[in-house]
């Protein structure tokens, strides 16, 4: 909130309005680039990254911004002046880098008009060295500059294990921070001792009795895993001599796995082998897919998912609200 104006992705059903918005030539801070002709069906394909950003007042738009995460760069910035706040391009533009970030971009590039270029500048970014007085001024921003420093340490673990830079963006993955607080949820089936946050906790249970009454036996493989953990499994098949690209086709890398956040569940039920996709043959299975959105558990890779990550019937992630 900041003068009444909340910054929030855009969603679905507010598609054919922004559209009609953009035709209607809201004044933009962004240069260099075409419209594209289906403006509706461009802005549909920034809704599941959430890489369209809106800023409103009740319900009018202040101004909205898009992001480009394959090419890290800022697409748009249109503003509405009499609805904007003086702050709003600084809190889109906040938005937007913060957005990049979490996909693990280290660096966001605009092409801007020349009379804002002034204004880009004074939010940290820069000219390229090698800029023509005469070329529409391409201005770039390092984020790891003043960022949150547990996401800095991320990405340079990401870099000290020769994790390709891209692979947040790649696999359309966020880097996942560590829980903070973490209560015990039980033993898993190899006998160790396991945690999640709290709400994912009492979820988990009340979801795992609610399997018990259709007489379906959930068991836990694994829950919460920390970022050294799944560093450590890395650097030992490194020194295994297994390749990036092997481990990568098994493993989240450190930073990205879900099981940080202390959210996502491993699971499976007698007599199925854990982590094996035969456990997507099973009646468990079947009601999970069925019934765990009701307690805020959504299966994160399902069968042929965007994030090209082989289907994990068994893996699941709390989410705050049920049915997200
Ligand atoms: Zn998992």
């Given at each position: ?160 294990l ?63 895993r920390g970022v050294t953990y799944q560093a450590n499994l890395f650097r030992r098949k490194l020194e295994h001599?297994q390749?990036?690209?092997?481990i990568?086709?098994v493993s989240a890398p450190p930073?990205?796995s879900?099981h ?65």
């Amino acid at each position: 909130m900041n003068n009444g104006i909340r910054i929030r992705p855009a969603r679905n059903a507010e598609l054919p309005t922004l559209a009609r918005l953009i035709e209607n030539q809201l004044p933009d801070m962004m240069a260099g680039r075409k419209r594209p002709n289906n403006i509706e069906g461009h802005l549909a394909s920034l809704i599941p990254d959430k890489s369209l950003i809106l800023a409103t007042r009740g319900n009018r738009l202040a101004g909205l911004t898009a992001i480009d995460l394959d090419h890290a760069r800022i697409l748009a910035c249109y503003l509405d002046p009499e609805t904007a706040s003086p702050e709003t391009p600084r809190e889109l533009f906040k938005a937007v880098e913060q957005l990049a970030l979490s996909f693990g971009i280290r660096r966001l590039e605009c092409q801007v008009k020349k009379q804002v270029s002034g204004f880009i500048q004074s939010m940290g970014y820069s000219l390229a060295a090698d800029h023509a007085e005469d070329k529409t001024p391409v201005l770039s921003k390092d984020l790891l500059e003043g960022a949150d420093p547990e996401l800095v340490a991320l990405i340079k673990l990401q870099d000290e294990l020769g994790i390709p830079a891209d692979y947040g963006v790649r696999h359309r993955m966020c880097l996942q921070t560590e829980a903070k607080t973490l209560i015990p949820v039980g033993r898993d089936i190899f006998d160790r001792d396991q945690r999640l946050v709290p709400a994912a906790a009492t979820a988990w249970t009340r979801l795992q009795t609610a399997a018990s009454g259709h007489a379906i036996e959930l068991k836990l493989v694994s829950a919460f895993r920390g970022v050294t953990y799944q560093a450590n499994l890395f650097r030992r098949k490194l020194e295994h001599g297994q390749s990036i690209d092997e481990i990568l086709a098994v493993s989240a890398p450190p930073g990205y796995s879900e099981h940080h956040s202390g959210q996502a569940i491993d699971v499976t039920t007698p007599g199925i082998k854990p982590l094996e996709q035969e456990f997507g043959e099973t009646r468990a299975y079947r009601w999970l897919r069925s019934n765990a959105g009701i307690y805020g558990f959504k299966e994160t890779y399902p069968r042929d998912n965007r994030h090209g990550i082989a289907w994990e019937p068994w893996h699941w992630r709390y989410h705050h609200r049920p049915g997200l």
